[in-house]
Structures are given as C-alpha cells and as structure tokens.
C-alpha cells in the first residue's frame, strides 16, 4: 500500500472518528466544569480520566502529537483519586479550552513521517534541557544520551538564542562559561532571571573562582571539559525526570492562628501545600492524613509542647525522616540544646522574618527530595528503584482492599540480557537498559508504578486494571520493543522481553504473593521459548500458546504496519506473520502454538498461499474458535466461494478502508463471543 494511499486511509478514518473523540473533549469539559462547581462524583471523575487516556492515544494515531500531550496531562490530573487542587482544575479547564481548539482547527497536526524523531517512540518527555555552548559535538552526544531518558535538549549556540529559549519552558540548564559572551556575567544574568533554574556548569580550565561563582550563584554542579554527557545527566537527573510530581506538603503545629496565617501567605506562593494545625494533640491526625515533605512545631504550646511532640515523632518510624524546623522566640543555647537533642534539623527565631523563613524551608524542602529522588529513582534507567516499587505497591493493596479494585503485577525479564552484555560490552547494555525502561515508562498511565527490580528485571504495578487489560499493554510494550534497532555498529541488535501478569485478588491477596505468582508466569513464559506474555490464569493451566486478538498473516510490510497501528489504539492484542509456511507452523496444529480470535489471511503468501494455509486451519478445527477473514486483489466470484466453503468467515478485497476492515473484525469478534 503506497503513502499516499495510507494517508487517505487514515484521512477517511479520521473523518469518521472525529465525532467521537470530539466527544470525549466535552467530557473533559464537563469534568471541569464539575470540579469548578464541586459537583463531580468520583464516578465521573474516572470516567472522564478513561475518556483522557482513550483520547491521548487516539489523536496521537492521527498525527495529533501536541494534542495526544495534553490530553495525557488531562489524564494525569484526574488520576490518583486524590482531591484536586484549585491550581489543578484550573489547568484542566485550560487543557479541555486547547484540547478542542486543535482538534477542531487542525492546527497541530503533522504527518507521520514529519513527526520529530524524539517523539516517534511511545516515551513522554520528563523535561526539558537547555544546553547553552557552542560545541555541538557534546551538543549532539547529549541529546542522543537524553533521549533514552525520554529529556528533550535544546540547544543554543549563543546568548542570543539561550534567552530567547530560556522565555519557554526550560527544566534544566547547562552553561559552558567558554562560550563567547557567556562567562560567569552570563551565569549571573541567568540566575538573577531563573534563580530556580538548576544549572550545570561546565569550564574549560577548571579555575577556583569559577568554581566559587558557580556555587555562589547557585549552580547545580561544575564539570570540567572534556566530559561525558553521562555526568551531566547524573547531576541533572532529578530536576529532569519529574513526572507530575506533587506539591510539597508542610504541616505546621503552632497553636498562635494568626502566625499560622502568616507563614501561610509567605510560603504558598512559593509553591508549597501548606497544613495548619493550632491544637498539638491533633497533630498525629493531621501528619497521617497528609504525609508531609517538612514539619514546623512551635516549641512553647499549651498541653503538649514542640519538644515532647518532636520526640514522640522520632519515635515513630512514619516521621523518623521527615525533617523538623522549629519556631521558637527563646534562643538561648540550653533551649537550642534541648530541640537539637530531641531530633530538630533546624530553627527559625521568632518573630519570624519572611526571606529567612522562606531560605530555610527551600533549603530543606530541596535536600529531602534530593535524598528521596536518590532513594526512590534508578540512576541508570529514571524508573522507580525496588524500594519505591514496595512503597506503591504496599499503598496500591490499601487502596484496593478499601475500594474492591483490581490490581495487576507484571514480573519482566529481558531475554538473554547476558548475552548482550557478554557480545556488546556493558555500555550497550546499559543503553538497551535505559531505550527499554523508557518504552515501558511510556506504555503505562502515569499511576502505575514502572520499578527496576535488579539488573534486567522490572516489574509493572497497576492499580484499577485488571489481568487481561494488563496483557494488552504488556503486549503492545513487547511488539513495540521487537520494533527498536539498537545501533552497535555493522551488526543489528534486537531485544525482546519475557513476562508474567497476575491480578489482585484472582491470583493473591497481597503483593508479595502477587509479585511470586507473577514471577511464576514469568518462568512459564521463558520455558516455553521467551519473547511472549503469560498469564497467571494461562501458565497454571499449561497451554503451551500465546494468546492474541488478531494474526495478520500478510507480507506486505506496510499494510500490516497501517493495521497493526489501527489495532493496537482500539487495545487488541495483534501478531504479524510473513508467510504461508510460519502461519501453518504457529496457527494450525494441535495445539496450535498462537491462539488468535480473528485470523487476517492474505491469499497471495510466499510458501504457502491463502487457501492454502486457510485448508490447515480447517483442518485442525481452528476455523471453530478463530474467525477468518480473507484479504485478495481480485473480486472472483470462484474465489470467493472457495474461501467460505474452506471455512473463511468473511472476505475482504484490496485496497480497502480501514474503518471497513475494523468494523468486520469487530463483527469476527461478536460472532466469535456468540459461539462460545
């Protein structure tokens, strides 16, 4: 099938479709308004987030790539079932408003192939990376490592450009002082403008007082050249991979209302979610209902005092690492003494002074994420670590004892990952490591939790979908995968993964059995050859068959391309086969090794033509429980004939619209449910 003819393929599909997906825009509308209006049920709110995520995948098939962003964020904000701040339903209303005027405009569209080749993967991007330096080499070397983190980097060769870019939407930034005009007057501008901006600097010659301005002038890190882009990417990492993080939270126990109100106007615009609590003995209720980044006790409060309270809190496990600030109007040593004593990070006397206040708290806010990013991120993939995989998957299980909600665990292996390292050298493997958790980051809604278990094995929680939904997407993930080339020079390189899913509480009533099912169904899943998805429910049963919605038997790269990509964005589960020989080898049989619902055959195959191939399936019976449907360039009424009395279930002629074909696989599908 030629371009032209894709394109007119996807054209009418489009036209057809735009209704629909206009629809779901005014459900997003309509969520806003409600949230505006608190109004909204929780069960709208989880409507309209189903209808976010259709919606993301949707326009992006279409070539929507800006609108597919925001719709993604839409689903973002309405995920979680937290309560949504006024900050975030504002940004909804504003992300519905932009949503329909470029559906409606068509203004943001762009054809497949003139889509950038950061976005042609199914990777979000984290952040964004402003490299200011006229070396274009490191330029380049950094944008190709970046890109498997999923960070877009922006390059300026001069000032001129650095300020025009710094005016968008910039997350990090790296300063080479050599550059001409830049220097350490430049990083002082970019500071004055962007004092929040994290910053790497890089030097030439590594000098003293560069190092002490950069520090001085709020630098992130200062390397000196040459460096790896690696390094850069390590000092950055946190500020870049950011994804959708929540407001710091601080409570605040001072039973003085009107300081409270104080400091409350002097950090929220700071960015912070601010807790006031005036009664000390409430405090426990208010720290578990709000888990905060930073807590602020009073010293001198009636009943229970900030220092008893400080101790109580550093006994309990819950608040062992949250840091303290204290308030305090008594500064004399022996009291400085006594809150340090009882496990304080640190003090702001009273009165207090609002640039001091606001110093300290950023301060600390920043060290702890610093810490916990270390603690909670992979440094070599950007995933969660195996710790913060445990954390969400222990609040999943909480959430859904209380709400009767499924949960599903998948346990993944990358095959023969050894092998790569042992033939390619590590640096490759971490590069697959990296290109793959990227993929996987990207397959998943932002609510479930993408972790590295240990070297080459991850594992995937997602709360609210059950096994069968949870396949699917391990699918799409596996295919998309079975996609990348890995560049190692003259000889290819291409990676699969192996994978088990069970689901909550179908297959165990907690994590940890969830998570050792899983890992069973992953062992199953490598015993019976690697490269495929098993489900708990399939690997106790033994069947020795991959399970799919669709094979498309067809040698026609394109066309399979063209329905395969309008497959997958309606959620069926595809495999492709190239001829007559394989399809044989993988459908008929009995057992058959692929288990397929609807069988797309194309008569003209090599090895083994259509007809062919449909008589071993009729054979073996499997036109009883697989409904086939025979693609031919001719109309003959003979051939026609012959493809039903062989068991064909419908007949289609090329060239053919996809909405026609989609709609007769949909029918394949009813019929096939009908017969079971």
Known sequence: MSDDAIKSAMAALWEKSRETILGRVTVLEDAALGLLGGTLTEEQRRSAEREAHKLAGAVGTFGFWDASALAREAEMLLS???????????????LAVQLRHQLESGESKVDEDEKPAEEAG?????????IITSDSELSERLAYEARG???DVLAA???ADARTMLAGTVNAAVLDLSLDGAGVSFLEELHTSRPALPTVVLSSDGQFNDRVEAA???GRGFLQKPVRPSQILDLLRDALIVHHEDMPTIVAVDDDPDLLSLIDALLTPTGVRFVKCSDPLRALNFLVENSPDLIMLDVDMPELNGIELCKVLRNDPRWTAVPVLFLTARTEPANVMRMFEAGADDFVAKPVLGPELVARVRNRLERTRMLRLAADVDSLTGVATRRRGIEVLERFFRLAQRQRQPISVAAIDLDHFKQVNDRFGHLVGDMVLRRFSALLFGCFRGEDVVARWGGEEFVVGMYGMPGGAAARRLQFALEKLREEKFDVGDEPLRVTFSAGVAQFPDDGADWTTLYRVADEALGAAKAQGRDRVLAASV???????????VAIV??????????EHALQTRGYRTMSIGDGVSAINLLAGTPAKVRARVIILDVGLPGHDGFTVLRALSRDNVTRQSRVVMLTARTLETEVLQALELGAFDHIVKPFSVPVLMQRVRRAMDAGRSAS
């Open 122 to 130: 199914p990777v979000a991007a984290r952040g964004k990376l402003l």
């Open 149 to 151: 983190l999923g960070i």
């Open 539 to 549: 690997a106790h049963n033994a069947p020795v068959e991959t399970v799919v919605d």
């Open 157 to 159: 060769r001069n000032t």
């Open 554 to 563: 067809d040698d026609d790269s394109v066309l399979v391309g063209l329905l």
């Open 80 to 94: 979680g079932g937290e309560p949504i701040e006024s900050a975030g339903v504002l940004r909804l209303s504003n």
């Open 216 to 218: 001085r002038l709020g």
